[in-house]
Protein backbone atom coordinates (compact mmCIF):
# COMPACT_ATOMS: atom_id res chain seq x y z
CA UNK A 1 0.00 0.00 0.00
CA UNK A 2 1.44 3.56 -1.05
CA UNK A 3 1.33 5.99 1.48
CA UNK A 4 -0.76 8.56 1.24
CA UNK A 5 1.16 12.08 1.02
CA UNK A 6 -0.65 13.63 -1.75
CA UNK A 7 -2.84 16.05 -2.88
CA UNK A 8 -4.68 15.07 -6.39
CA UNK A 9 -6.21 17.69 -8.38
CA UNK A 10 -9.30 17.46 -10.71
CA UNK A 11 -10.27 20.44 -13.05
CA UNK A 12 -11.29 21.18 -16.71
CA UNK A 13 -8.09 20.91 -18.72
CA UNK A 14 -9.44 22.81 -21.76
CA UNK A 15 -10.40 25.79 -19.84
CA UNK A 16 -8.83 25.75 -16.66
CA UNK A 17 -5.44 25.08 -17.01
CA UNK A 18 -4.60 28.91 -16.04
CA UNK A 19 -6.44 28.50 -12.54
CA UNK A 20 -4.14 25.06 -12.45
CA UNK A 21 -0.72 26.53 -13.30
CA UNK A 22 -1.74 29.38 -10.95
CA UNK A 23 -2.40 26.84 -8.01
CA UNK A 24 1.08 25.14 -8.97
CA UNK A 25 2.69 28.33 -8.87
CA UNK A 26 1.73 29.40 -5.65
CA UNK A 27 3.37 25.75 -4.39
CA UNK A 28 6.54 26.47 -5.89
CA UNK A 29 6.93 30.01 -4.89
CA UNK A 30 8.98 30.47 -1.59
CA UNK A 31 6.58 33.48 -0.95
CA UNK A 32 3.68 31.85 -0.36
CA UNK A 33 2.62 29.71 2.60
CA UNK A 34 1.18 27.38 0.20
CA UNK A 35 2.98 23.87 -0.05
CA UNK A 36 1.87 20.38 -1.52
CA UNK A 37 2.75 16.93 -2.62
CA UNK A 38 1.14 17.24 -6.38
CA UNK A 39 -0.12 13.54 -7.17
CA UNK A 40 -0.42 14.80 -10.80
CA UNK A 41 3.98 15.15 -10.63
CA UNK A 42 3.46 11.22 -10.73
CA UNK A 43 3.74 9.56 -13.95
CA UNK A 44 3.57 12.85 -15.75
CA UNK A 45 3.09 11.44 -19.32
CA UNK A 46 -0.26 10.05 -19.78
CA UNK A 47 -1.12 8.17 -23.68
CA UNK A 48 -4.48 10.52 -24.40
CA UNK A 49 -5.27 8.42 -27.29
CA UNK A 50 -6.82 5.59 -24.67
CA UNK A 51 -9.35 6.49 -22.32
CA UNK A 52 -8.82 2.69 -19.97
CA UNK A 53 -4.59 4.13 -19.71
CA UNK A 54 -5.15 7.45 -18.66
CA UNK A 55 -7.55 6.25 -15.99
CA UNK A 56 -5.46 3.38 -14.91
CA UNK A 57 -2.81 6.05 -14.52
CA UNK A 58 -5.13 8.19 -12.60
CA UNK A 59 -5.90 5.29 -10.24
CA UNK A 60 -2.00 5.29 -9.35
CA UNK A 61 -2.28 8.70 -9.08
CA UNK A 62 -5.29 8.83 -6.54
CA UNK A 63 -3.77 5.80 -4.85
CA UNK A 64 -1.15 7.95 -3.36
CA UNK A 65 -3.84 10.78 -2.31
CA UNK A 66 -4.68 12.11 1.22
CA UNK A 67 -7.20 15.02 -0.87
CA UNK A 68 -9.11 15.62 -3.30
CA UNK A 69 -9.43 19.36 -4.58
CA UNK A 70 -12.24 20.23 -7.88
CA UNK A 71 -11.41 23.14 -9.20
CA UNK A 72 -15.11 24.04 -10.20
CA UNK A 73 -14.93 26.68 -13.19
CA UNK A 74 -17.97 27.35 -15.80
CA UNK A 75 -18.26 24.15 -17.21
CA UNK A 76 -16.76 21.60 -14.94
CA UNK A 77 -20.59 20.28 -14.90
CA UNK A 78 -20.92 18.97 -17.95
CA UNK A 79 -17.57 16.86 -17.74
CA UNK A 80 -18.14 13.27 -17.76
CA UNK A 81 -15.39 11.31 -19.47
CA UNK A 82 -12.99 12.29 -16.12
CA UNK A 83 -13.72 14.50 -14.15
CA UNK A 84 -17.13 13.50 -12.81
CA UNK A 85 -14.95 9.69 -13.25
CA UNK A 86 -12.69 11.54 -10.85
CA UNK A 87 -15.03 12.70 -8.43
CA UNK A 88 -16.68 9.39 -8.07
CA UNK A 89 -12.99 7.75 -7.36
CA UNK A 90 -12.72 10.43 -4.79
CA UNK A 91 -16.07 9.55 -3.42
CA UNK A 92 -15.49 5.81 -3.12
CA UNK A 93 -11.87 5.94 -2.00
CA UNK A 94 -13.40 8.32 1.23
CA UNK A 95 -10.91 11.14 0.31
CA UNK A 96 -11.86 14.84 1.99
CA UNK A 97 -12.96 16.93 -1.12
CA UNK A 98 -12.23 20.70 -1.17
CA UNK A 99 -14.29 22.16 -4.37
CA UNK A 100 -12.88 25.26 -5.20
CA UNK A 101 -15.04 27.95 -6.87
CA UNK A 102 -13.14 29.76 -9.62
CA UNK A 103 -15.80 32.47 -9.68
CA UNK A 104 -14.78 33.37 -6.38
CA UNK A 105 -18.37 32.27 -3.97
CA UNK A 106 -17.77 30.87 -0.99
CA UNK A 107 -20.66 28.45 -0.80
CA UNK A 108 -22.28 25.62 -3.55
CA UNK A 109 -23.41 27.57 -6.50
CA UNK A 110 -25.06 25.85 -9.77
CA UNK A 111 -21.52 25.13 -11.04
CA UNK A 112 -20.84 22.32 -8.40
CA UNK A 113 -21.20 18.96 -10.33
CA UNK A 114 -24.63 17.17 -9.31
CA UNK A 115 -22.43 13.99 -8.05
CA UNK A 116 -21.18 15.94 -5.46
CA UNK A 117 -24.09 18.03 -4.50
CA UNK A 118 -25.03 14.97 -1.33
CA UNK A 119 -21.71 13.95 -1.02
CA UNK A 120 -19.22 15.36 1.99
CA UNK A 121 -16.90 18.14 0.92
CA UNK A 122 -16.39 21.44 1.37
CA UNK A 123 -16.47 24.89 -0.52
CA UNK A 124 -14.41 27.78 -0.81
CA UNK A 125 -13.36 30.66 -3.35
CA UNK A 126 -10.38 30.65 -5.52
CA UNK A 127 -8.22 32.12 -3.16
CA UNK A 128 -4.94 31.18 -1.96
CA UNK A 129 -5.12 31.69 1.62
CA UNK A 130 -8.68 29.95 2.08
CA UNK A 131 -7.11 27.11 -0.31
CA UNK A 132 -4.60 26.47 2.48
CA UNK A 133 -6.81 26.61 5.31
CA UNK A 134 -9.21 23.97 3.48
CA UNK A 135 -6.38 21.80 2.97
CA UNK A 136 -5.04 21.65 6.64
CA UNK A 137 -8.09 21.87 8.35
CA UNK A 138 -10.89 19.83 6.64
CA UNK A 139 -9.72 16.20 6.26
CA UNK A 140 -9.89 16.11 10.38
CA UNK A 141 -13.29 17.64 9.75
CA UNK A 142 -14.24 15.19 7.16
CA UNK A 143 -13.35 12.40 9.12
CA UNK A 144 -15.40 13.73 12.11
CA UNK A 145 -18.33 13.95 9.90
CA UNK A 146 -18.07 11.18 7.88
CA UNK A 147 -17.99 8.99 11.14
CA UNK A 148 -21.13 10.48 12.52
CA UNK A 149 -22.71 9.97 9.09
CA UNK A 150 -22.85 13.64 7.96
CA UNK A 151 -22.95 14.71 3.93
CA UNK A 152 -23.54 17.66 1.85
CA UNK A 153 -21.43 20.46 1.23
CA UNK A 154 -20.35 22.58 3.78
CA UNK A 155 -18.78 25.95 3.94
CA UNK A 156 -16.51 28.31 6.55
CA UNK A 157 -18.06 31.11 8.28
CA UNK A 158 -17.47 34.74 7.19
CA UNK A 159 -14.88 34.50 10.75
CA UNK A 160 -12.46 32.34 9.26
CA UNK A 161 -12.15 34.54 6.01
CA UNK A 162 -11.61 37.82 8.58
CA UNK A 163 -9.04 35.85 10.53
CA UNK A 164 -7.10 34.67 7.32
Do not use: C
Amino acid sequence: MAYRNKVYVAFDGDNDMKAYRTFQMWNENPNFDFTFYNAHDLNHALDSSQEETIKRKLRERFANSKLFILLVGEDTKYLYKFVRWEIEVAIKLELPIVAVNLNGKRKDDDLIPAVLRDELHITVPYKEKIIKYAMDNWPDKDKKYRSSGKKGGYFYKDSVYEEL
